[in-house]
């Protein structure tokens, strides 16, 4: 009865790589979120899908692309992935724009 | 601009002592305010949050938390620390209003509980 699950939970890739990361949430949810925590452990959002349209995209490279297939899942597509890539990469998704974020188990990705 | 302040970085208490862990915010407007907590290794689990009412609010694993207004403050408290209380602790804050729910995290407080 997992409600936000991500795969993988680990992913070690060498530089310039492509790899995608997937979410997906159980909850009936309408929003997503993908949030990266860098290595001194500072949170910060990405992206935000709500109901598959794109509402936030702070200031990220364009080599990464998230993708809503449909409301329940919200997949993170890197290109020409780099060392400063590395970084735990968490999935969350809340009722609506406005209510409490739960968040999926992490991604942990190296890049080599 | 909206930012989280988490002063202590590293906390250490005795198992069965009182804990309280600070957090400030700056926020122009009536915000959400949240405390997450991240064991290591694993993802972020959500123990109490404030949207209105009452100011002090009470969470899982018997955790409080209290809004102050005046101090921008909402420091989480716990009577009696557990040594499974040994993890990351996150404040975050929320806007009301918006047409967006972006969560703006402190830089967390990791605690240690000694035997």
């Known amino acids: 009865d997992t409600a936000v699950s991500q795969t993988p939970k680990y992913l070690v890739t060498q530089m310039g790589n492509d790899k995608s990361i997937k979410c997906e949430q159980n909850?009936?949810?309408?929003?997503m979120y993908w949030y990266k925590q860098d290595s001194k452990k500072f949170l910060k959002i990405m992206f935000s899908y709500n109901n598959k349209e794109l509402i936030i995209n702070e200031t990220v490279p364009n080599r990464f692309s998230p993708k809503s297939p449909d409301k329940a899942h919200l997949n993170l597509h890197i290109n020409s992935l780099e060392l400063g890539d590395s970084a735990v990469y968490f999935c969350?998704?809340?009722?609506?724009?406005?209510?409490?974020?739960?968040f999926g188990p992490g991604t942990r990705l190296l890049v080599l | 601009a909206q930012s989280v302040t988490q002063p202590d970085i590293h906390i250490t208490v005795s198992e069965g002592a009182s804990l309280e862990l600070r957090c400030n915010y700056s926020y122009g407007a009536t915000p959400y305010l949240f405390w997450y907590v991240q064991s290591p290794g694993q993802g972020l689990q959500l123990l109490l949050k404030?949207?209105?009412?009452?100011?002090l609010v009470q969470g899982i694993k018997g955790f409080e938390a209290e809004f102050k207004r005046s101090q921008s403050s909402f420091n989480l408290r716990k009577p009696s620390v557990h040594w499974s209380d040994a993890a990351e602790y996150f404040c975050?804050?929320?806007?009301?209003?918006?047409?967006?729910?972006?969560?703006?995290f402190g830089t967390g407080t990791l605690l240690a509980v000694q035997p």
């Open positions: 909850l009936g949810h309408d929003t």
């Open positions: 404030y949207f209105s009412g009452d100011t």
């Open positions: 975050a804050v929320g806007f009301i209003g918006g047409a967006t729910n972006k969560l703006i």
């Open positions: 969350a998704s809340s009722r609506d724009r406005q209510e409490t974020q739960y």
